[in-house]
């Protein structure tokens, strides 16, 4: 059993995570901590082998370290955290957005519309679905579903500054439905 130190109490705390979102994987074989994280719901833990670049051992559930990498915090608790997954399709283009939201995807829309998201102005709400957890994990498995209909679309969204959009499909509207409703079922 491994113990957290001091500073791994306050990194912990300066990047706003709970200890009861943090679990002791420690002597768990990877598939065997993912399954327990799973049940308890912690998407990060410690007590594993050593990360190459600095030793530290907080991560998350994949086995990301989150002190060398911020980044992963905000990804891992987007992949388990609960909130609206949708399906908005633009006729115009026969694009598909697949995307995760916590506002409703009504407010979602309308700022794709707004910005010309990937070039269109046509964005329509086609399915939604609240789910109290793993919404982001949700979004990923429709993606992935999605992947042979991946279409990367450049736009400018303010003066000088492109985007490029990477949760765009081209697809018919049914092929979309179909992974959302196949993702949500799993």
Not at 138 to 164: N, Q
């Amino acid at each position: 059993m491994a113990r957290l130190s001091d500073d791994q109490v306050k990194f912990l705390r300066d990047q706003g995570i709970s200890l009861s979102q943090v679990f002791d994987g420690s002597g768990l074989r990877a598939k065997d901590r993912i399954a327990k994280m799973d049940a308890l719901g912690t998407p990060f833990y410690y007590g594993g082998a050593l990360c190459q670049a600095a030793g530290h051992t907080l991560r998350t559930k994949p086995g990301h370290c989150i002190q060398c990498d911020t980044s992963k915090i905000a990804y891992q608790l987007r992949y388990v955290a609960s909130g609206h997954v949708y399906v908005a399709y633009s006729a115009s283009r026969q694009y598909a957005k697949v995307g995760y939201s916590r506002a409703h995807p009504d407010e979602r829309i309308a700022f794709l519309r707004k910005e010309l998201y990937g070039t269109s102005s046509d964005w329509e709400l086609k399915e939604t679905s609240f789910l109290e957890k793993n919404a982001g994990q949700r979004e990923f498995v429709i993606h992935a579903l999605l992947e042979p209909h991946r279409k990367p679309v450049t736009y400018e969204k303010y003066p000088g500054i492109f985007v490029e959009c990477r949760e765009i499909f081209s697809c018919p509207q049914d092929v979309a439905i179909a992974a959302f409703r196949k993702a949500l079922r799993v």
